[in-house]
Protein backbone atom coordinates (compact mmCIF):
# COMPACT_ATOMS: atom_id res chain seq x y z
CA UNK A 1 0.00 0.00 0.00
CA UNK A 2 1.36 3.33 -0.73
CA UNK A 3 1.50 5.57 2.19
CA UNK A 4 -0.38 8.80 1.67
CA UNK A 5 2.24 10.72 1.24
CA UNK A 6 2.92 14.26 2.97
CA UNK A 7 6.05 16.02 1.94
CA UNK A 8 5.95 19.61 2.57
CA UNK A 9 9.17 20.48 1.04
CA UNK A 10 8.17 18.72 -2.33
CA UNK A 11 4.70 19.94 -2.10
CA UNK A 12 5.91 23.67 -1.41
CA UNK A 13 7.32 23.31 -5.48
CA UNK A 14 4.36 23.27 -6.71
CA UNK A 15 2.85 25.76 -8.05
CA UNK A 16 -0.60 24.62 -9.61
CA UNK A 17 -2.25 21.65 -7.90
CA UNK A 18 -2.97 19.81 -11.05
CA UNK A 19 0.71 19.89 -11.99
CA UNK A 20 2.58 21.71 -14.34
CA UNK A 21 4.90 18.72 -16.26
CA UNK A 22 8.05 21.04 -14.42
CA UNK A 23 6.49 20.43 -11.23
CA UNK A 24 5.94 16.68 -11.46
CA UNK A 25 9.21 16.17 -12.81
CA UNK A 26 10.47 18.28 -9.51
CA UNK A 27 9.04 16.41 -7.42
CA UNK A 28 10.64 12.95 -8.94
CA UNK A 29 13.62 14.21 -8.45
CA UNK A 30 13.38 15.10 -5.34
CA UNK A 31 11.75 12.23 -4.29
CA UNK A 32 15.30 10.37 -6.59
CA UNK A 33 17.51 12.59 -4.07
CA UNK A 34 15.70 11.60 -1.28
CA UNK A 35 15.68 7.87 -1.94
CA UNK A 36 19.24 8.07 -2.73
CA UNK A 37 20.33 9.75 0.80
CA UNK A 38 18.20 7.04 2.35
CA UNK A 39 20.41 4.31 0.57
CA UNK A 40 23.34 6.37 1.36
CA UNK A 41 24.34 7.48 -1.72
CA UNK A 42 27.04 9.86 -3.06
CA UNK A 43 26.55 13.06 -0.86
CA UNK A 44 27.34 15.10 -4.22
CA UNK A 45 24.98 13.32 -6.33
CA UNK A 46 22.09 13.93 -3.75
CA UNK A 47 22.85 17.41 -3.90
CA UNK A 48 22.91 17.89 -7.81
CA UNK A 49 19.69 16.15 -7.99
CA UNK A 50 18.74 18.47 -5.15
CA UNK A 51 19.55 21.24 -7.66
CA UNK A 52 18.12 19.86 -10.37
CA UNK A 53 14.88 19.88 -9.03
CA UNK A 54 14.55 23.33 -7.57
CA UNK A 55 15.63 24.52 -11.29
CA UNK A 56 13.38 23.01 -13.11
CA UNK A 57 10.64 23.76 -10.70
CA UNK A 58 11.47 27.36 -11.20
CA UNK A 59 12.14 27.32 -14.97
CA UNK A 60 9.54 29.04 -16.60
CA UNK A 61 9.68 27.02 -19.84
CA UNK A 62 6.96 23.95 -19.63
CA UNK A 63 9.38 21.00 -19.71
CA UNK A 64 6.39 19.59 -21.62
CA UNK A 65 7.34 21.56 -24.83
CA UNK A 66 11.18 21.49 -24.52
CA UNK A 67 13.14 19.31 -26.97
CA UNK A 68 16.08 17.39 -25.39
CA UNK A 69 19.08 19.84 -26.29
CA UNK A 70 17.01 22.48 -24.30
CA UNK A 71 16.39 20.50 -21.02
CA UNK A 72 19.89 20.10 -20.80
CA UNK A 73 20.59 24.21 -21.15
CA UNK A 74 18.46 24.24 -17.85
CA UNK A 75 20.68 25.39 -14.84
CA UNK A 76 21.82 22.31 -13.02
CA UNK A 77 20.73 20.51 -15.55
CA UNK A 78 23.65 18.00 -16.71
CA UNK A 79 23.55 15.08 -19.28
CA UNK A 80 22.08 12.02 -16.72
CA UNK A 81 19.36 14.04 -15.40
CA UNK A 82 18.47 15.56 -18.77
CA UNK A 83 18.02 11.71 -19.57
CA UNK A 84 16.19 10.73 -16.36
CA UNK A 85 14.25 14.04 -17.62
CA UNK A 86 13.77 12.68 -21.14
CA UNK A 87 12.94 8.79 -20.46
CA UNK A 88 9.88 10.44 -18.09
CA UNK A 89 8.67 12.93 -21.10
CA UNK A 90 8.59 10.02 -23.32
CA UNK A 91 6.90 6.68 -20.88
CA UNK A 92 6.18 8.57 -17.57
CA UNK A 93 8.40 6.71 -15.68
CA UNK A 94 12.01 7.12 -14.63
CA UNK A 95 13.38 3.58 -14.06
CA UNK A 96 16.22 4.04 -11.68
CA UNK A 97 13.67 5.40 -9.36
CA UNK A 98 11.35 2.77 -9.78
CA UNK A 99 14.10 0.45 -8.58
CA UNK A 100 14.46 3.09 -5.86
CA UNK A 101 11.16 2.98 -4.49
CA UNK A 102 11.38 -1.10 -4.69
CA UNK A 103 14.31 -1.63 -2.13
CA UNK A 104 13.06 1.48 0.36
CA UNK A 105 9.66 0.64 1.97
CA UNK A 106 6.75 3.81 2.07
CA UNK A 107 7.20 3.27 5.52
CA UNK A 108 10.43 3.85 5.79
CA UNK A 109 10.75 7.19 3.84
CA UNK A 110 7.73 8.30 6.00
CA UNK A 111 10.52 7.49 8.87
CA UNK A 112 12.73 9.85 6.95
CA UNK A 113 10.82 12.39 7.38
CA UNK A 114 10.97 12.45 11.12
CA UNK A 115 12.60 15.72 12.10
CA UNK A 116 15.67 15.37 13.52
CA UNK A 117 16.07 11.27 12.12
CA UNK A 118 16.94 11.98 8.50
CA UNK A 119 17.36 9.66 5.96
CA UNK A 120 20.60 7.36 6.85
CA UNK A 121 19.33 6.71 10.30
CA UNK A 122 16.02 6.09 8.95
CA UNK A 123 17.55 3.21 7.40
CA UNK A 124 20.09 2.09 10.51
CA UNK A 125 16.66 1.77 12.37
CA UNK A 126 15.10 -0.55 9.71
CA UNK A 127 18.13 -2.47 8.74
CA UNK A 128 18.79 -3.09 12.77
CA UNK A 129 15.49 -3.26 14.01
CA UNK A 130 13.64 -3.37 11.55
CA UNK A 131 11.24 -0.20 12.32
CA UNK A 132 9.35 0.48 9.46
CA UNK A 133 6.83 2.90 10.89
CA UNK A 134 6.31 6.19 12.75
CA UNK A 135 4.41 4.11 15.16
CA UNK A 136 6.68 1.40 15.77
CA UNK A 137 9.77 3.99 15.75
CA UNK A 138 7.37 5.85 18.65
CA UNK A 139 6.70 2.13 19.99
CA UNK A 140 10.55 1.37 20.14
CA UNK A 141 11.46 4.30 22.52
CA UNK A 142 9.26 3.60 24.65
CA UNK A 143 9.79 0.09 25.08
CA UNK A 144 13.64 1.20 25.19
CA UNK A 145 14.74 -1.00 21.89
CA UNK A 146 16.89 1.84 20.54
CA UNK A 147 19.15 1.29 23.59
CA UNK A 148 22.56 0.10 22.04
CA UNK A 149 22.34 1.36 18.48
CA UNK A 150 25.14 3.73 17.73
CA UNK A 151 23.52 7.67 17.31
CA UNK A 152 20.71 7.32 19.35
CA UNK A 153 21.90 8.19 22.92
CA UNK A 154 18.95 9.36 24.91
CA UNK A 155 19.15 13.28 24.04
CA UNK A 156 18.40 11.77 20.22
CA UNK A 157 15.82 9.64 21.95
CA UNK A 158 14.36 13.10 23.28
CA UNK A 159 14.74 14.63 20.03
CA UNK A 160 13.05 12.23 18.04
CA UNK A 161 9.69 12.02 20.20
CA UNK A 162 9.42 15.75 19.90
CA UNK A 163 10.38 15.08 16.00
CA UNK A 164 7.08 12.01 16.39
CA UNK A 165 4.59 14.63 17.99
CA UNK A 166 5.40 17.52 14.97
CA UNK A 167 5.21 14.70 12.33
CA UNK A 168 1.42 13.50 13.52
CA UNK A 169 0.52 16.83 14.64
CA UNK A 170 1.21 17.84 10.84
CA UNK A 171 -0.69 14.21 10.13
CA UNK A 172 -2.77 14.52 6.90
CA UNK A 173 -2.73 18.50 7.00
CA UNK A 174 -1.14 20.56 3.88
CA UNK A 175 0.68 23.91 3.80
CA UNK A 176 -1.38 26.98 3.20
CA UNK A 177 0.30 27.53 -0.51
CA UNK A 178 -1.13 24.36 -1.32
CA UNK A 179 -4.71 24.67 -0.42
CA UNK A 180 -4.81 27.84 -1.68
CA UNK A 181 -3.73 27.51 -4.91
CA UNK A 182 -5.96 24.39 -4.91
CA UNK A 183 -8.83 26.63 -3.75
CA UNK A 184 -8.11 29.35 -6.02
CA UNK A 185 -8.59 27.01 -9.47
CA UNK A 186 -11.41 25.17 -8.11
CA UNK A 187 -13.48 28.09 -7.70
CA UNK A 188 -12.56 29.64 -10.92
CA UNK A 189 -13.61 26.22 -12.76
CA UNK A 190 -16.72 25.70 -10.87
CA UNK A 191 -17.95 29.69 -11.26
CA UNK A 192 -17.57 29.21 -14.59
CA UNK A 193 -20.52 26.14 -14.48
CA UNK A 194 -23.93 27.22 -15.82
CA UNK A 195 -25.85 27.51 -12.98
CA UNK A 196 -22.97 29.01 -10.68
CA UNK A 197 -23.96 32.14 -9.55
CA UNK A 198 -21.67 32.56 -6.87
CA UNK A 199 -18.79 30.67 -6.11
CA UNK A 200 -16.08 31.12 -2.69
CA UNK A 201 -13.81 29.45 -0.46
CA UNK A 202 -14.14 29.46 3.54
CA UNK A 203 -12.99 27.75 5.87
CA UNK A 204 -9.02 27.90 7.33
CA UNK A 205 -7.65 28.84 4.22
CA UNK A 206 -9.81 32.13 4.26
CA UNK A 207 -7.81 32.82 7.43
CA UNK A 208 -4.91 31.95 5.89
CA UNK A 209 -3.85 29.39 8.96
CA UNK A 210 -0.09 28.27 7.91
CA UNK A 211 -1.90 24.46 7.41
CA UNK A 212 -4.98 23.25 6.10
CA UNK A 213 -7.33 20.34 6.93
CA UNK A 214 -9.50 20.53 4.19
CA UNK A 215 -10.64 23.23 1.81
CA UNK A 216 -14.52 24.76 2.49
CA UNK A 217 -16.09 25.77 -0.80
CA UNK A 218 -19.44 27.41 -0.67
CA UNK A 219 -21.66 28.26 -3.73
CA UNK A 220 -24.94 29.61 -5.01
CA UNK A 221 -26.80 27.41 -7.83
CA UNK A 222 -29.91 27.65 -9.17
CA UNK A 223 -28.65 23.85 -11.09
CA UNK A 224 -27.03 22.66 -7.67
CA UNK A 225 -26.85 18.86 -9.24
CA UNK A 226 -24.60 20.24 -12.41
CA UNK A 227 -22.56 21.78 -9.75
CA UNK A 228 -21.89 18.72 -8.05
CA UNK A 229 -21.68 16.86 -11.10
CA UNK A 230 -18.98 19.31 -12.89
CA UNK A 231 -16.91 18.59 -9.08
CA UNK A 232 -16.87 14.68 -8.99
CA UNK A 233 -15.83 15.10 -12.92
CA UNK A 234 -12.60 17.79 -12.36
CA UNK A 235 -9.25 15.90 -13.36
CA UNK A 236 -8.19 16.63 -9.67
CA UNK A 237 -10.73 13.94 -8.33
CA UNK A 238 -9.26 11.07 -7.22
CA UNK A 239 -12.75 9.82 -4.78
CA UNK A 240 -16.10 10.99 -4.43
CA UNK A 241 -16.26 10.94 -0.35
CA UNK A 242 -19.92 11.91 0.20
CA UNK A 243 -22.15 13.08 -2.51
CA UNK A 244 -25.51 15.13 -2.64
CA UNK A 245 -27.52 18.47 -3.79
CA UNK A 246 -26.60 20.65 -0.68
CA UNK A 247 -23.36 18.73 0.26
CA UNK A 248 -20.29 16.79 -1.64
CA UNK A 249 -16.78 15.94 -0.83
CA UNK A 250 -13.75 14.88 -2.68
CA UNK A 251 -10.45 13.54 -2.12
CA UNK A 252 -7.93 14.92 -4.44
CA UNK A 253 -5.37 13.33 -6.10
CA UNK A 254 -3.05 15.13 -3.77
CA UNK A 255 -4.47 13.71 -0.82
CA UNK A 256 -6.64 16.34 0.23
CA UNK A 257 -10.42 16.50 1.03
CA UNK A 258 -12.71 19.17 -0.28
CA UNK A 259 -15.93 20.14 0.74
CA UNK A 260 -18.46 21.92 -1.68
CA UNK A 261 -21.55 23.17 0.11
CA UNK A 262 -24.31 24.77 -1.65
CA UNK A 263 -26.44 27.29 0.21
CA UNK A 264 -29.73 29.16 -0.56
CA UNK A 265 -28.88 32.78 -2.07
CA UNK A 266 -30.67 33.89 0.94
CA UNK A 267 -28.25 32.66 3.30
CA UNK A 268 -24.84 33.60 1.57
CA UNK A 269 -23.41 36.12 3.97
CA UNK A 270 -24.25 33.79 6.85
CA UNK A 271 -22.95 30.76 5.36
CA UNK A 272 -20.00 32.23 4.50
CA UNK A 273 -19.69 33.69 8.34
CA UNK A 274 -20.29 30.00 9.76
CA UNK A 275 -17.85 28.23 7.47
CA UNK A 276 -15.34 30.71 7.66
CA UNK A 277 -14.67 30.15 11.58
CA UNK A 278 -12.85 29.17 12.66
CA UNK A 279 -15.10 27.30 15.83
CA UNK A 280 -13.64 29.64 18.62
CA UNK A 281 -14.62 32.44 16.70
CA UNK A 282 -18.37 31.43 16.15
CA UNK A 283 -18.98 30.19 19.70
CA UNK A 284 -18.33 34.09 20.38
CA UNK A 285 -20.54 35.41 17.69
CA UNK A 286 -23.44 33.32 18.72
CA UNK A 287 -22.85 33.99 22.36
CA UNK A 288 -23.23 37.47 21.57
CA UNK A 289 -26.46 36.87 19.35
CA UNK A 290 -28.45 35.03 22.66
CA UNK A 291 -27.78 37.89 24.50
CA UNK A 292 -29.24 39.70 22.19
CA UNK A 293 -32.17 37.26 21.84
CA UNK A 294 -31.08 36.27 18.70
CA UNK A 295 -29.49 33.08 17.25
CA UNK A 296 -26.83 32.30 14.69
CA UNK A 297 -26.84 30.06 12.02
CA UNK A 298 -25.02 29.10 9.00
CA UNK A 299 -28.84 30.23 7.36
CA UNK A 300 -28.93 33.50 9.33
CA UNK A 301 -29.48 35.40 11.91
CA UNK A 302 -32.96 35.09 13.57
CA UNK A 303 -35.15 36.54 16.43
CA UNK A 304 -35.84 33.70 18.78
CA UNK A 305 -39.33 34.85 19.62
CA UNK A 306 -40.92 35.52 16.18
CA UNK A 307 -38.40 32.95 14.34
CA UNK A 308 -37.88 36.40 11.88
CA UNK A 309 -35.00 36.27 9.83
CA UNK A 310 -32.71 39.69 10.68
CA UNK A 311 -29.79 39.30 8.67
CA UNK A 312 -28.75 36.53 6.63
CA UNK A 313 -27.40 38.58 3.14
CA UNK A 314 -23.76 39.91 3.64
CA UNK A 315 -21.44 39.28 6.59
CA UNK A 316 -21.29 42.75 6.73
CA UNK A 317 -25.09 42.49 7.77
CA UNK A 318 -24.55 39.70 10.36
CA UNK A 319 -21.67 41.39 11.64
CA UNK A 320 -23.74 44.83 11.52
CA UNK A 321 -26.94 43.53 13.77
CA UNK A 322 -24.30 41.98 16.60
CA UNK A 323 -23.11 45.43 17.14
CA UNK A 324 -19.71 44.67 15.41
CA UNK A 325 -17.82 45.82 12.38
CA UNK A 326 -17.23 43.49 9.78
CA UNK A 327 -13.96 41.25 11.57
CA UNK A 328 -11.27 40.36 8.76
CA UNK A 329 -11.06 36.43 8.18
CA UNK A 330 -7.59 36.09 9.51
CA UNK A 331 -8.17 37.88 12.85
CA UNK A 332 -10.85 35.10 13.41
CA UNK A 333 -9.73 33.00 15.89
CA UNK A 334 -11.18 34.16 19.17
CA UNK A 335 -7.61 35.69 20.32
CA UNK A 336 -8.98 39.22 21.11
CA UNK A 337 -10.82 40.08 18.13
CA UNK A 338 -14.22 40.23 19.38
CA UNK A 339 -12.99 42.99 22.06
CA UNK A 340 -11.17 44.92 20.03
CA UNK A 341 -13.88 44.81 17.83
CA UNK A 342 -16.40 46.27 20.17
CA UNK A 343 -14.07 48.86 21.46
CA UNK A 344 -13.50 49.62 17.53
CA UNK A 345 -10.38 48.91 17.84
CA UNK A 346 -9.29 46.69 14.99
CA UNK A 347 -6.19 46.94 13.51
CA UNK A 348 -5.97 48.32 9.65
CA UNK A 349 -3.95 45.31 8.66
CA UNK A 350 -1.15 45.25 5.93
CA UNK A 351 -1.48 44.27 2.82
CA UNK A 352 0.30 43.09 -0.53
CA UNK A 353 -0.49 46.52 -2.07
CA UNK A 354 1.55 48.19 1.00
CA UNK A 355 4.57 46.28 0.05
CA UNK A 356 6.87 48.35 -1.40
CA UNK A 357 9.90 46.18 -1.62
CA UNK A 358 11.36 42.80 -0.69
CA UNK A 359 14.50 42.96 1.67
CA UNK A 360 15.47 38.54 1.58
CA UNK A 361 16.26 37.22 -2.04
CA UNK A 362 18.44 34.70 -3.49
CA UNK A 363 19.85 34.41 -6.65
CA UNK A 364 21.98 31.36 -8.43
CA UNK A 365 25.46 33.05 -7.14
CA UNK A 366 24.55 31.02 -4.22
CA UNK A 367 21.87 28.43 -4.18
CA UNK A 368 19.26 30.37 -6.19
CA UNK A 369 18.16 29.19 -9.56
CA UNK A 370 17.76 32.44 -11.21
CA UNK A 371 20.18 35.10 -12.42
CA UNK A 372 20.86 38.26 -10.17
CA UNK A 373 19.01 39.78 -13.84
CA UNK A 374 16.17 37.64 -14.12
CA UNK A 375 15.41 38.24 -10.34
CA UNK A 376 15.38 42.05 -10.24
CA UNK A 377 13.51 42.13 -13.84
CA UNK A 378 10.71 39.99 -11.93
CA UNK A 379 10.64 42.27 -8.81
CA UNK A 380 10.72 45.36 -10.92
CA UNK A 381 7.52 43.99 -12.37
CA UNK A 382 5.75 43.32 -9.34
CA UNK A 383 5.61 46.70 -8.86
CA UNK A 384 8.25 47.36 -6.33
CA UNK A 385 10.07 50.74 -5.51
CA UNK A 386 13.19 48.88 -3.61
CA UNK A 387 14.47 45.30 -3.78
CA UNK A 388 17.32 43.74 -1.61
CA UNK A 389 19.56 41.31 -3.03
CA UNK A 390 20.86 39.04 0.11
CA UNK A 391 23.01 35.77 -0.90
CA UNK A 392 24.36 33.44 1.56
CA UNK A 393 27.76 34.96 2.87
CA UNK A 394 31.30 32.41 3.29
CA UNK A 395 30.54 30.56 6.46
CA UNK A 396 27.70 28.58 5.21
CA UNK A 397 30.15 26.81 3.60
CA UNK A 398 28.35 25.03 0.80
CA UNK A 399 27.54 28.04 -0.94
CA UNK A 400 31.27 28.76 -1.65
CA UNK A 401 30.79 32.27 -1.05
CA UNK A 402 33.79 34.58 -1.56
CA UNK A 403 34.65 38.22 -0.87
CA UNK A 404 35.59 38.73 -4.53
CA UNK A 405 32.38 37.01 -5.43
CA UNK A 406 30.60 39.25 -3.31
CA UNK A 407 31.93 42.98 -4.17
CA UNK A 408 31.87 42.16 -8.07
CA UNK A 409 28.00 40.95 -7.41
CA UNK A 410 27.85 44.78 -5.67
CA UNK A 411 29.51 46.14 -8.82
CA UNK A 412 26.56 44.53 -11.36
CA UNK A 413 23.73 45.36 -8.26
CA UNK A 414 24.91 49.14 -8.63
CA UNK A 415 24.95 48.60 -12.28
CA UNK A 416 20.89 47.58 -12.69
CA UNK A 417 20.14 50.34 -9.98
CA UNK A 418 17.57 51.79 -11.10
CA UNK A 419 17.35 50.07 -14.57
CA UNK A 420 14.09 48.59 -14.17
CA UNK A 421 11.42 50.63 -13.56
CA UNK A 422 13.24 53.21 -11.78
CA UNK A 423 13.46 50.23 -8.89
CA UNK A 424 15.81 50.84 -6.68
CA UNK A 425 18.81 48.01 -5.86
CA UNK A 426 19.93 48.02 -2.16
CA UNK A 427 22.85 45.28 -2.06
CA UNK A 428 22.71 43.12 1.23
CA UNK A 429 24.01 39.79 2.03
CA UNK A 430 22.47 36.89 4.35
CA UNK A 431 24.36 36.12 7.15
CA UNK A 432 24.73 32.56 9.06
CA UNK A 433 25.16 33.02 12.78
CA UNK A 434 27.44 30.98 14.05
CA UNK A 435 26.83 28.34 17.79
CA UNK A 436 27.99 31.44 19.47
CA UNK A 437 26.24 34.63 17.83
CA UNK A 438 28.84 35.93 15.71
CA UNK A 439 28.16 36.02 12.20
CA UNK A 440 30.54 36.16 8.76
CA UNK A 441 32.75 38.83 8.07
CA UNK A 442 34.49 41.37 10.08
CA UNK A 443 32.41 44.43 10.89
CA UNK A 444 34.65 46.40 8.49
CA UNK A 445 33.49 44.60 5.48
CA UNK A 446 29.98 44.62 6.75
CA UNK A 447 29.68 48.28 6.66
CA UNK A 448 29.72 47.85 2.85
CA UNK A 449 26.37 46.53 2.99
CA UNK A 450 23.30 48.22 2.32
CA UNK A 451 21.52 45.43 4.69
CA UNK A 452 22.03 42.75 6.50
CA UNK A 453 20.18 40.01 7.00
CA UNK A 454 20.97 36.85 9.80
CA UNK A 455 19.75 33.77 10.63
CA UNK A 456 20.75 30.58 12.26
CA UNK A 457 21.17 27.44 9.70
CA UNK A 458 22.65 25.21 11.98
CA UNK A 459 23.02 24.06 16.04
CA UNK A 460 18.84 23.84 16.08
CA UNK A 461 19.03 22.31 19.42
CA UNK A 462 21.28 24.05 21.60
CA UNK A 463 20.17 24.59 25.34
CA UNK A 464 17.60 27.69 25.71
CA UNK A 465 19.86 29.46 27.98
CA UNK A 466 22.59 28.90 25.27
CA UNK A 467 20.24 29.62 22.32
CA UNK A 468 18.72 32.67 23.80
CA UNK A 469 22.76 34.33 24.39
CA UNK A 470 23.21 33.20 21.28
CA UNK A 471 20.20 35.61 19.35
CA UNK A 472 20.91 38.39 21.29
CA UNK A 473 24.48 38.83 20.65
CA UNK A 474 23.46 39.10 16.67
CA UNK A 475 20.65 41.00 17.05
CA UNK A 476 23.17 43.49 19.36
CA UNK A 477 25.75 43.20 16.31
CA UNK A 478 25.16 47.27 15.08
CA UNK A 479 25.64 45.56 11.63
CA UNK A 480 22.89 43.03 11.83
CA UNK A 481 19.29 44.63 10.67
CA UNK A 482 16.93 41.57 10.27
CA UNK A 483 16.73 38.52 12.41
CA UNK A 484 15.98 35.43 9.24
CA UNK A 485 13.18 33.42 9.44
CA UNK A 486 13.36 33.51 13.59
CA UNK A 487 12.86 30.46 14.75
CA UNK A 488 14.08 28.30 11.50
CA UNK A 489 10.63 26.30 11.88
CA UNK A 490 10.43 24.22 8.55
CA UNK A 491 6.28 23.07 8.78
CA UNK A 492 5.77 19.78 9.33
CA UNK A 493 9.43 18.89 9.60
CA UNK A 494 11.91 20.61 12.07
CA UNK A 495 10.50 22.56 15.30
CA UNK A 496 11.05 26.15 16.07
CA UNK A 497 14.14 26.48 17.91
CA UNK A 498 14.12 26.50 22.08
CA UNK A 499 14.40 30.37 22.88
CA UNK A 500 12.95 32.85 25.56
CA UNK A 501 11.32 35.08 22.76
CA UNK A 502 10.69 37.64 24.98
CA UNK A 503 14.61 38.46 25.34
CA UNK A 504 14.32 37.52 21.47
CA UNK A 505 11.95 40.51 21.32
CA UNK A 506 13.20 42.97 23.99
CA UNK A 507 16.75 42.96 22.36
CA UNK A 508 15.21 43.54 18.60
CA UNK A 509 13.05 46.29 19.84
CA UNK A 510 16.23 48.31 22.18
CA UNK A 511 18.34 47.54 19.29
CA UNK A 512 16.18 48.78 16.29
CA UNK A 513 17.00 45.13 14.50
CA UNK A 514 13.54 43.97 12.49
CA UNK A 515 12.05 40.26 12.28
CA UNK A 516 11.47 38.61 9.61
CA UNK A 517 8.42 37.71 8.48
CA UNK A 518 9.67 34.88 6.32
CA UNK A 519 6.90 33.85 3.41
CA UNK A 520 8.07 30.74 2.08
CA UNK A 521 4.83 28.50 2.63
CA UNK A 522 7.25 26.18 4.75
CA UNK A 523 8.60 28.43 7.19
CA UNK A 524 6.29 31.46 7.67
CA UNK A 525 8.44 32.48 9.92
CA UNK A 526 7.89 34.26 12.68
CA UNK A 527 4.65 32.06 12.86
CA UNK A 528 1.20 34.63 14.21
CA UNK A 529 1.37 33.86 17.75
CA UNK A 530 4.64 34.93 18.45
CA UNK A 531 4.23 38.35 15.84
CA UNK A 532 1.70 39.46 18.43
CA UNK A 533 3.99 39.07 21.19
CA UNK A 534 6.66 40.98 19.40
CA UNK A 535 4.53 43.57 18.31
CA UNK A 536 3.73 44.14 21.85
CA UNK A 537 7.61 44.47 22.46
CA UNK A 538 7.01 47.38 19.78
CA UNK A 539 9.36 45.53 17.26
CA UNK A 540 9.14 46.22 13.66
CA UNK A 541 8.78 43.74 10.88
CA UNK A 542 10.41 42.68 7.47
CA UNK A 543 7.79 40.99 5.29
CA UNK A 544 9.89 38.70 2.85
CA UNK A 545 9.84 36.19 0.17
CA UNK A 546 13.56 34.21 0.78
CA UNK A 547 12.45 33.96 -2.77
CA UNK A 548 15.64 31.60 -4.29
CA UNK A 549 13.58 31.62 -7.71
CA UNK A 550 11.07 33.66 -9.85
CA UNK A 551 8.14 32.28 -8.60
CA UNK A 552 8.72 32.57 -5.23
CA UNK A 553 8.99 36.24 -5.18
CA UNK A 554 5.21 35.51 -5.08
CA UNK A 555 5.19 34.14 -2.05
CA UNK A 556 4.89 36.98 0.03
CA UNK A 557 0.93 36.84 -0.14
CA UNK A 558 1.34 34.15 2.46
CA UNK A 559 3.94 35.99 4.41
CA UNK A 560 1.05 38.67 4.16
CA UNK A 561 -1.59 36.17 5.55
CA UNK A 562 0.45 35.24 8.11
CA UNK A 563 1.18 39.05 9.44
CA UNK A 564 -2.57 39.49 9.21
CA UNK A 565 -3.02 37.09 11.50
CA UNK A 566 -0.38 38.65 13.86
CA UNK A 567 -2.04 41.60 13.82
CA UNK A 568 0.45 44.06 11.83
CA UNK A 569 -0.62 47.45 10.34
CA UNK A 570 1.73 48.95 7.51
CA UNK A 571 3.14 50.97 10.16
CA UNK A 572 4.77 47.76 11.73
CA UNK A 573 6.44 46.76 8.55
CA UNK A 574 9.79 48.30 7.22
CA UNK A 575 9.14 47.37 3.53
CA UNK A 576 6.06 49.01 3.48
CA UNK A 577 7.71 52.34 3.85
CA UNK A 578 9.04 54.84 1.52
CA UNK A 579 13.11 53.78 0.67
CA UNK A 580 14.25 57.14 2.69
CA UNK A 581 12.30 55.96 5.68
CA UNK A 582 13.60 52.83 5.52
CA UNK A 583 17.32 54.42 5.26
CA UNK A 584 16.91 55.93 7.97
CA UNK A 585 15.71 53.13 10.19
CA UNK A 586 18.77 50.89 8.61
CA UNK A 587 21.18 53.60 9.82
CA UNK A 588 19.89 54.10 13.17
CA UNK A 589 20.41 51.26 13.93
CA UNK A 590 22.15 51.00 17.74
P1 LIG B 1 -9.14 22.90 8.95
O1 LIG B 1 -10.01 22.40 7.87
O2 LIG B 1 -8.86 21.90 10.01
O3 LIG B 1 -7.89 23.51 8.44
O4 LIG B 1 -9.90 24.09 9.71
P2 LIG B 1 -11.31 24.77 9.38
O5 LIG B 1 -11.41 25.96 10.26
O6 LIG B 1 -11.47 24.97 7.92
O7 LIG B 1 -12.34 23.71 9.94
P3 LIG B 1 -13.46 22.81 9.24
O8 LIG B 1 -13.15 22.51 7.84
O9 LIG B 1 -13.68 21.66 10.15
O10 LIG B 1 -14.77 23.69 9.31
C1 LIG B 1 -14.87 24.89 8.60
C2 LIG B 1 -15.56 25.93 9.45
O11 LIG B 1 -16.93 25.57 9.63
C3 LIG B 1 -15.00 26.04 10.86
O12 LIG B 1 -13.90 26.93 10.92
C4 LIG B 1 -16.18 26.56 11.61
C5 LIG B 1 -17.35 25.92 10.94
N1 LIG B 1 -17.79 24.73 11.65
C6 LIG B 1 -17.71 23.48 11.21
N2 LIG B 1 -18.23 22.63 12.11
C7 LIG B 1 -18.61 23.39 13.14
C8 LIG B 1 -19.22 23.10 14.41
O13 LIG B 1 -19.50 21.97 14.77
N3 LIG B 1 -19.48 24.17 15.22
C9 LIG B 1 -19.18 25.43 14.84
N4 LIG B 1 -19.44 26.44 15.66
N5 LIG B 1 -18.62 25.73 13.68
C10 LIG B 1 -18.34 24.72 12.84
CA1 LIG C 1 -11.45 23.30 6.38
CA1 LIG D 1 -14.46 21.08 6.06
ZN1 LIG E 1 18.29 31.56 5.49
Redesign the pocket.
Known amino acids: MAQPSWHPARLALSTVTVMRTNDEVAALLAEYADLMAITGGDAFRIRSYEKAARSVAGYPDDLATLDAGAVEQIPNVGKAIAAKIGEYLRTGRIHQLDELRAKVPAGVRRLAEVPGLGPKRAMILYTQRGIDSVDGLAAAIDAGRLAGLRGFGPKTEENLRRGIDIIRETGDRVLLSVAMELAEELTARLAAVPGAERVAY ?3 VRRM ?1 DT ?3 V ?1 ILAISDQPGALMRAFTGLPHVERVVASGDAKTSIRTTSGLQVDLRVVPPASWGAALQ ?6 AH ?2 RTREIAVRKQLKLSEYGLFDVETGDIIASLTEEEVYGRLGLPWIPPPLREDAGEIEAALRGELPALVTEQDLRGDLHTHTDLTDGVASLEEMVRAAAARGYAYYAITDHAPNLFMQRMTDEKMLAQREQVRGLDGRHSGMRLLHGTELNIDPDGGVDWPAEFLSGFDLCVASVHSHFTQSREQMTRRFVRAIENPQVNILGHPTTRRIGRRPPVDVDLDQVFKACARTGTAIEVDSHPDRLDLAAEHIRLARRHGVKFSIDSDAHSVSHLAHMRYGIGTAQRGWLTADDVINTWPLDRLTAFLHNHA
Open positions: AGSRIGDDYFTGSRNI
